[in-house]
């Protein structure tokens, strides 16, 4: 029974999630369907990526990963079917599948007949590409038939993570529903840095601060500012009971330095 999951920002206030899991369920009747996030921000690819990134490892092999965010939808931006880490991702060729589908992956363009609903509505390719693309992946056809293979698809762009001298610097690369602030500074990094005389400074829109290092949240005086290593292994800056974005000013691109005292 195959698994197919959905990564998109339709939200729920419109049809658009249903429609796209009746053209699936038409063409794999027996699919097991799994939202990962429909509250995507607007036309926000860094954070839809960010999302498929965070859960599509933890499903069984072979599942069916959909995800739909796409400004350039109608454009001449391509259709992919993408095969990477015994897993299979569909969407459009804008960055969105890049930090889920990592290499070595085949990527193979969506074109063939069999892989689209006719006629194709120039602003609802989820419903008539990517859904039709995985009912057929779901009901056995191999990736391959979708279409010519492609030996490119757009990457997003590597977060910041520098070493100089005495420092580690990195960026803000995502901002979650609770304002917390996941960097780009990996809890590999840190380890490098004796976490007992390092300094953290947060560049924010109102100033720099400095939050304290500590395990989780719970560590700390409610509204202090915290930061630990979240659970995808990054160092994460957050507000106890609040939200760091708010207290801080600090976005996506914002820079973290991570600084040995002695």
């Not at 400004?71 to 992919?80: D, H, K, M, N």
């Not at 560049?203 to 395990?215: Q, S």
């Amino acid at each position: 029974m195959a698994i197919v999951t959905f990564t998109t920002d339709f939200g729920f206030s419109d049809g658009y999630v249903a429609a796209m899991k009746g053209v699936v369920l038409s063409l794999a009747p027996t699919a097991t369907l799994v939202d990962v996030a429909h509250g995507v921000p607007p036309q926000d690819v860094t954070a839809g990526a960010v999302a498929l990134s965070q859960a599509a490892p933890l499903f069984p092999p072979g599942t069916i990963h959909v995800a739909i965010v796409d400004p350039g939808v109608g454009s001449q931006r391509a259709a992919l079917v993408v095969e990477a880490g015994g897993s299979l991702f569909v969407g459009p060729d804008n960055g969105v599948l890049s930090l889920a589908a990592r290499s070595p992956r085949k990527a193979y363009r969506i074109e063939a007949p069999a892989f689209r609903r006719e006629p194709v509505s120039p602003t609802f390719h989820g419903r008539d590409i990517f859904a039709p693309a995985a009912g057929r992946l779901a009901s056995g056809v191999a990736a391959a038939l979708a279409g010519p293979a492609t030996d490119t698809m757009v990457e997003l762009a590597t977060p910041t993570l520098r070493r100089i001298e005495d420092h580690i610097e990195g960026t803000v690369f995502h901002v979650d529903r609770f304002g917390n602030l996941i960097t780009s500074i990996s809890d590999e990094a840190m380890r490098s840095l004796d976490a007992a005389d390092t300094d953290i400074e947060l560049e924010g829109e109102v100033g720099r601060f400095h939050p304290l290092l500590a395990r989780t949240f719970g560590d700390v005086e409610p509204n202090q500012l915290v930061a630990y290593v979240g659970s995808g292994g990054q160092l994460e800056i957050a507000v106890r009971d609040g939200s760091a974005a708010v207290f801080t000013g600090a976005s996506r691109g914002s820079r973290v330095r991570l600084r040995s005292r002695t």
